[in-house]
């Protein structure tokens, strides 16, 4: 993905998520426009992610941090189901939220475990999961944004 198609996906994430919340993403104050959308994209320190409306969902978007957490490269992470993102024994508490989000447009303070590349656990902390809807009211999937360490969660550098 060039800088430019990063960052009208992080834009749409972005969008979307000021419609669900009324803010914006966690970001500094300091930062406008394209800087904003960097900063989100290279140097959040939560995991930015979103999937498509496919029948079995698909990752088209992930910001470093996610893929620090997840333990992918780009290319292996983009395309990848969304589902693999979870364990098989958590996929089930996963769809349950994902269901959830498909009702009510967004979840808050979601909390669970993931699986990394190499199959290894780590926990979520304080997700936040909504439904996607671009400038022209076009359902594009589901977004997330979650934080890898607990005693990190809300702290923006």
Do not use: C
């Not at 490269?73 to 693999?84: E, N, V």
């Amino acid at each position: 993905m060039s800088p430019i198609n990063e960052y009208a996906a992080v834009q749409l994430l972005d969008e979307a998520f000021r419609h669900w919340t009324g803010q914006g993403l966690p970001a500094p104050e300091s930062l406008t426009g394209t800087e904003r959308l960097h900063w989100l994209h290279e140097h959040a320190p939560y995991s930015l992610l979103a999937h498509g409306t496919e029948d079995d969902p698909r990752f088209f978007y992930a910001n470093e941090q996610t893929l620090a957490s997840f333990k992918y490269d780009r290319s292996q992470f983009l395309g990848m189901p969304s589902r693999f993102s979870a364990s098989p024994l958590d996929r089930a508490m996963r769809q349950t939220l994902l269901e959830q989000v498909t009702v009510n447009g967004i979840a808050h303070g979601y909390s669970g475990w993931r699986v990394d590349r190499d199959g290894n656990a780590f926990m979520i902390y304080e997700g936040k999961v909504w439904t996607l809807i671009d400038q022209h009211g076009e359902h594009r999937g589901q977004a997330a944004l979650f934080w890898p360490d607990s005693s990190r969660v809300g702290v923006i550098d």
